[in-house]
């Protein structure tokens, strides 16, 4: 497997254009999730999806973010309008769920990441 | 809210040495622990886990971690580390409770001295 793809891998721009983040997780797996990662704040989770729908999004930190996964296989993060503090790692990941035989009920994850896009917001 | 603290922010090591890098969560049950590890450019790659059973579990690169219930740690040793360990290394918790989200702490760069 290619494992977790992340496009572009360096995206430069300026202020108030619009950034559009891919990735393409690897096949089969049921989550996604989309990290932010900086200096100041270290890794943040973003969002993430279960079987291509949104399931916690509080992460976002606005509205000028925003997140899509129209099928299994590919999703796409959103900057509309881009800031300077936009500037970041922003990381893909994904994971198949896998049962506790430990806890009836209870599953866990083993998140795999891409290898990032780093923003650049001039 | 469950947290995780990696109170090392920098770490040397000489080559050949061993590493002991700390990591304490702070969760009302045992959650599942973490440690991956990020290159310079590259994205996280786990480095072990620990779900049950065994408190001391293996991983990749030589590196191994125990869980320590009563002291609420998770902390990743290496008996001799080489030069390509340089790299920074999270430690990350996820619930048991069916939710998918993992907990990062803010992780521990290592350096190696020759």
């Known amino acids: 497997d290619a494992g977790v793809i992340q496009s572009p891998r360096h995206e430069v721009t300026e202020m108030g254009q619009e950034v559009t983040l891919r990735c393409k997780p690897i096949?089969?797996?049921?989550?996604l999730f989309w990290y932010r990662q900086t200096m100041m704040r270290g890794l943040e989770l973003l969002i993430y999806?279960?079987?291509?729908?949104?399931?916690?999004d509080s992460g976002m930190p606005e509205d000028r973010f925003s997140a899509k996964m129209p099928n299994a296989s590919f999703s796409t993060l959103k900057i509309q309008p881009s800031e300077p503090r936009d500037s970041a790692v922003y990381f893909c990941?994904?994971?198949?769920?896998?049962?506790?035989?430990?806890?009836?009920?209870?599953?866990?994850?083993?998140?795999?990441f891409g290898p990032g896009t780093r923003l650049t917001v001039l | 809210a469950q947290s995780v603290t990696q109170p090392d922010i920098h770490i040397t090591v000489s080559e050949g040495a061993s590493l002991e890098l700390r990591c304490n969560y702070s969760y009302g049950a045992t959650p599942y622990l973490f440690w991956y590890v990020q290159s310079p450019g590259q994205g996280l790659q786990l480095l072990l886990k620990?779900?049950?059973?065994?408190?001391l579990v293996q991983g990749i690169k030589g590196f191994e971690a125990e869980f320590k219930r009563s002291q609420s740690s998770f902390n990743l040793r290496k008996p001799s580390v080489h030069w390509s360990d340089a790299a920074e290394y999270f430690c990350a918790v996820g619930e048991r409770s069916g939710f998918q989200k993992l907990v990062f702490g803010t992780g521990t760069r290592l350096l190696v001295s020759p």
């Open positions: 096949s089969g797996h049921d989550y």
């Open positions: 620990y779900f049950s059973g065994d408190t």
């Open positions: 990941a994904s994971s198949l769920t896998k049962g506790d035989r430990g806890r009836r009920g209870a599953s866990y994850n083993e998140q795999f």
């Open positions: 999806f279960n079987n291509n729908v949104p399931i916690d």
